[in-house]
């Protein structure tokens, strides 16, 4: 490869994309190529997710997550609006089992006010009259911007815009190392004066070869989701549990998808490499340190570790995953959850020296590469502006 690149992007998940669209409409004498190791745009997090547009209210208000959540809802939706891309703004309820979630979801209303996104606690009575079929105790809290959309459709619909306007992709293309400003890879060499990692799962590794992202390794969950394929009536809206704050998942909810489909999920069941999908793409070199990094997490439990890898195994029970999302509803057919939808892995940052799940977005990079670290949910809702930030605050300018 004998071209020279002002910019090169690894990876063509939604940050990557979004990197590519800033890059060009800021400094639009920009080169700019995109490289993934995968056939198309979009093959993982990106195109496996649940195409939830988070409204900003699990985020505390220090927070990156914060900082986007509530500005990326609104630009995405706009930015769908633009290329006819359909969005379903069927909202959210957020609802309690007992007192003591009623509590938290006072604090998830705190947070998202101090956020600057539209949210408020409702009464059971009004949950009702939202969504009929919802079951809560004695409160609710209802995040009308919530809505759902394709994502696979959105990263297409990005990588065809920067097609025209001159951004270069080369799939099918790994990143091998680096020497300078020389990028190696199984398709050849690239020269650039800048590298751009957006590598998701293999985010960590590429930064470590930078000298970036020392003290952080990938742990991979798995998220699974089950298709409500009965009919598309029984939910007209989004239901989540209350989440346990002192982790980053989300708990088993119902989403209702832009086509209008329901279905329950995701589960963070930990795996053993980070494309565990399914027992394909197999490697010896990720099954080690990953295994070693889940035993001491087991016995130390920290962060609850142990008790919820313990919870998560289970929900490979179908009847135990069903049975969690039958608590926020009044009357769901168990029978109706017939299939499996494509399978997603959380690319979940790990703090090796704390021992600890990071739980905002991570930068990191110096003035020839910057690496982004941790863009799990709600980075797909925050993907437009969180690129512009990353761009102002640590591209060189062109």
């Known amino acids: 490869m004998n071209k020279e690149y002002t910019h090169l992007i690894i990876g063509s998940g939604i940050i990557g994309l979004a990197m590519a669209r800033a890059i060009f409409f800021n400094q639009p004498k920009s080169k700019i190529i995109i490289i993934d190791k995968e056939k198309t745009e979009g093959c993982h997090a990106s195109g496996r997710n649940s195409g939830v547009l988070h409204s900003g209210f699990y985020y505390t208000s220090d927070s990156l997550k914060a900082k986007f959540t509530v500005e990326g809802n609104r630009h995405l939706k706009e930015f769908c609006r633009q290329h006819h891309i359909?969005?379903?703004?069927?909202?959210?309820?957020?609802?309690?089992?007992?007192?003591?979630?009623?509590?938290?979801?006072?604090?998830?209303?705190?947070?998202?006010?101090?956020?600057?996104?539209?949210?408020?606690?409702?009464?059971?009575?009004?949950?009702?009259?939202?969504?009929?079929?919802?079951?809560?105790?004695?409160?609710?809290?209802y995040a009308p911007d919530t809505a759902s959309v394709d994502p696979l459709v959105i990263c297409q619909t990005l990588k065809n815009t920067l097609f025209d306007h001159g951004v270069e992709f080369s799939f099918d293309t790994k990143y091998l190392s680096h020497r300078k400003n020389v990028i190696q890879t199984d398709k050849g060499e690239f020269h650039t004066a800048f590298v751009i990692n957006c590598a998701?799962?293999?985010?960590?590794?590429?930064?470590?070869?930078?000298?970036?992202?020392?003290?952080?390794?990938?742990?991979?969950f798995k998220g699974l989701y089950l298709k409500y394929t009965k009919n598309t009536t029984d939910i007209r809206m989004n239901i989540y549990p209350v989440p346990n704050l002192k982790n980053p998942f989300l708990g088993?909810?119902?989403?209702?998808?832009?086509?209008?489909?329901?279905?329950?999920?995701?589960?963070?069941?930990?795996?053993?490499?980070?494309?565990?999908?399914?027992?394909?793409?197999?490697?010896?070199?990720?099954?080690?340190?990953?295994?070693?990094?889940?035993?001491?997490?087991?016995?130390?439990?920290?962060?609850?570790?142990?008790?919820?890898?313990?919870?998560?195994?289970?929900?490979?029970?179908?009847?135990?995953?069903?049975?969690?999302?039958?608590?926020?509803?009044?009357?769901?057919?168990?029978?109706?959850?017939?299939?499996?939808?494509?399978?997603?892995?959380?690319?979940?940052?790990?703090?090796?020296?704390?021992?600890?799940?990071?739980?905002?977005?991570?930068?990191?990079?110096?003035?020839?590469?910057?690496?982004?670290?941790?863009?799990?949910?709600?980075?797909?809702?925050?993907?437009?502006?969180?690129?512009?930030?990353?761009?102002q605050k640590y591209l060189p300018k062109v």
């Open 86 to 141: 359909p969005v379903n703004e069927c909202g959210k309820l957020v609802v309690a089992q007992n007192e003591d979630e009623v509590e938290t979801l006072y604090e998830l209303e705190r947070r998202g006010q101090k956020n600057g996104c539209h949210i408020k606690i409702i009464e059971e009575a009004q949950a009702r009259e939202l969504e009929p079929n919802v079951k809560t105790h004695q409160k609710a809290l």
């Open 200 to 220: 998701g799962l293999y985010a960590d590794r590429i930064a470590r070869d930078f000298g970036f992202g020392q003290q952080y390794t990938i742990l991979p």
């Open 252 to 391: 088993v909810h119902f989403t209702k998808t832009v086509t209008g489909q329901i279905k329950i999920g995701p589960t963070a069941i930990p795996v053993f490499w980070r494309e565990q999908y399914d027992n394909s793409r197999f490697k010896w070199d990720e099954f080690w340190p990953i295994l070693g990094d889940q035993t001491r997490l087991l016995i130390t439990n920290a962060f609850g570790f142990r008790d919820l890898s313990f919870e998560e195994i289970k929900k490979y029970n179908k009847d135990y995953f069903i049975r969690l999302a039958q608590n926020m509803v009044l009357d769901i057919d168990p029978k109706g959850f017939s299939e499996y939808t494509l399978p997603g892995i959380r690319a979940q940052l790990l703090n090796k020296k704390s021992f600890e799940l990071v739980q905002d977005f991570i930068i990191e990079g110096d003035h020839k590469s910057v690496h982004i670290l941790n863009a799990v949910s709600p980075a797909f809702t925050c993907a437009l502006p969180f690129s512009e930030y990353v761009l």
